[in-house]
């Protein structure tokens, strides 16, 4: 049986994740777990989260998860969700820590003097709402989502990819931010497909169905 781990560190909006998940695969076993052990085993892994960098590292840490979810990374098909996102790069801004530097890059944040519309007005950080994202290329987890699809922010901090060809989508926001990201077995979302109605289920659906 398809088994599809979500990593539970003590934060992140694990049970949409779960319920969003089951919807999309009737068939597989979807496992909200803290147990490494379990993550290993998993043919699937989806790294989700809310909150703090900081915090993450930390949890992550206490629960023994860093190596499994290294493993997972290197070598299953591997969903990050926002924070599960962020935290596959070097290092955030945020509480000035190292990620899992999975990919080159860093988290910032977004910068107050950049936050204008075309028009001049202002723009509130967080990011918070439905917003466009722009598929820099073609890839399976884009099957059947249209070219500038709405799917659901909320966030603080953005990353900066390292590498061009790590992008997968971006959004606008005061300017293009990187809002996607995907490399052989792992593609990463800054937005969160849980909460994205038709377009995030089509995601997760493509991400459950993916053989990279």
């Known amino acids: 049986m398809n088994t599809i781990a979500i990593i539970d560190y003590g934060m992140g909006n694990l049970r949409s994740v779960a ?14 777990t803290s147990d490494p052990a379990q993550v ?27 190596p499994a979810v290294l493993k997972a990374a290197a070598e299953k098909p591997f969903l990050g969700i926002c924070i599960g996102l962020q935290m596959l790069f070097e290092h955030s801004e945020e509480g000035n820590v190292p990620g899992l530097g999975v990919f080159k890059g860093q988290v910032v944040r977004f910068p107050a003097e950049r936050m204008r519309t075309s028009e001049g007005l202002h723009l509130k950080v967080p990011h918070m709402g439905w917003n ?5 290329h073609s890839h399976p987890i884009w099957q059947g989502i249209a070219e500038g699809a ?5 966030h603080s ?19 293009p931010f990187t809002s996607a990201v995907a490399r052989d077995n792992i593609v990463a979302t800054q937005f969160h497909p849980e ?3 038709q377009a995030g289920l089509a995601l997760l659906a493509n991400f459950v169905s993916w053989n990279p």
Do not use: N, W
């Open 150 to 154: 709405r799917f659901y922010f909320v």
């Open 19 to 32: 319920k969003a998940i089951e919807h999309v695969a009737p068939d597989a076993r979807v496992v909200v």
């Open 195 to 197: 909460k994205s109605a």
């Open 40 to 66: 290993q085993a998993a043919s699937r892994v989806v790294f989700p989260g809310q909150g703090a960098m900081p915090d993450c590292t930390r949890e992550l840490d206490a629960r023994g998860l860093r």
């Open 157 to 175: 901090y953005y990353v900066e990819a390292g590498e061009p060809d790590l992008i997968l989508g971006h959004t606008q926001y005061g300017f």
């Open 132 to 136: 466009e994202v722009h598929q820099a």
